[in-house]
Each structure stands twice: as C-alpha cells, then as structure tokens.
C-alpha cells in the first residue's frame, strides 16, 4: 500500500500510525488469510511487510512525482494494463478534478528509481 499523508504538526511518528493502519486492518482479515509460522511467531499478518519507507515531500515537483508513481505502480506490477483500469487507485478522483487526464500512464513512463522499492 501507497500513501501520500500530511502529518499534524507536533506529530512525526511514521511508525504509530502505520502500525495502527496495519493492527486495525489485520483485525479484519478472516482466518482464512494463513500465513506461515515465521510471521505467526513475529505476529504478523500475511499482507504486510515489516519494514516501511517514508519520505518528506520537498517541493510540488517532488509530490507530483510520488503521486505519478503511487499511480503507475499497479501497472508497474502487472496488475492491470493501463492505470485507469485499477479500481482501488485515487487516480480516479484525481481524474475527474483534472489533475490527471484519463488516459495518462499509456505508454513508458520512467522514475528514477530514488523510491522505496
């Protein structure tokens, strides 16, 4: 999961937050959702990573860049062929308030691999 947030103030805690994000979403997986013993003993739930990687955004280029990458990443994966064809993505919203146009990421893009892949 891809998340571009904008922290309060007097919070910098990264780690807090996605841990919560994570426990209140592992809650709700059924036990049909196994995983294996290594990250039963971590107590982990098998859709997570242990580790994250943040970043703070420097500019509007450097936002517009980790937005077009969130975007593209479905596509980068295999997922879907053209970006607007994964229905989980903002880019749908994005979209429709003109910030992308509907057909954006047909073609190659290229990032300069500076993400946290």
């Known amino acids: 999961m891809h998340a571009v947030w904008k922290m309060p103030e007097e919070d910098t805690d990264y780690s807090v937050r996605w841990g919560m ?44 860049t980790h937005f077009d990458y969130i975007h593209f990443n479905p596509v980068k994966h295999g997922h879907c062929q053209r970006v607007a064809d994964w229905p989980y993505s903002t ?22 691999g500076s993400f946290g892949e």
């Open 21 to 64: 994000i994570k426990s209140r979403f592992s809650r709700q997986l059924s036990a049909a959702t196994a995983s294996s013993a290594i990250r039963q003993h971590r107590r982990e739930a098998g859709i997570w990573q242990r580790r994250f990687w943040e970043h703070r955004i420097r500019d509007e280029h450097d936002l517009q």
């Open 91 to 112: 880019f749908h919203r994005w979209a429709r308030q003109g910030h992308y146009a509907r057909d954006w990421g047909i073609g190659e893009l290229r990032f300069d």
